[in-house]
């Protein structure tokens, strides 16, 4: 959250750490990382206004992807 982002998003994450990725709509992996703090936040500076997808793959788990939408900040 949020979303639409503007200059970051925070990932809430509830115990454990969690694989992430940010990718455009053709698949390209933007950018990846892996979190172990709940609410880290991750920068979107650099990348162009748009629809995007967010991975998360928490550990043990299946990997869940939401939309994601960047803005630029008024």
Not at 35 to 40: D, I, L, M, V
């Amino acid at each position: 959250y949020p979303n639409p982002a503007v200059e970051e998003v925070q990932l809430r994450i509830s115990e454990g750490c969690a694989g992430w990725r940010i990718s455009d709509i053709t698949g390209r992996v933007l950018r990846s990382g892996q979190s172990c703090a709940p609410g880290e936040s991750i920068s979107l500076f650099g990348m162009s206004d748009g629809t995007y997808s967010i991975s998360l793959r928490p550990d043990g788990s299946n990997e869940t992807s939401f939309r994601l939408v960047k803005i630029s900040g008024q």
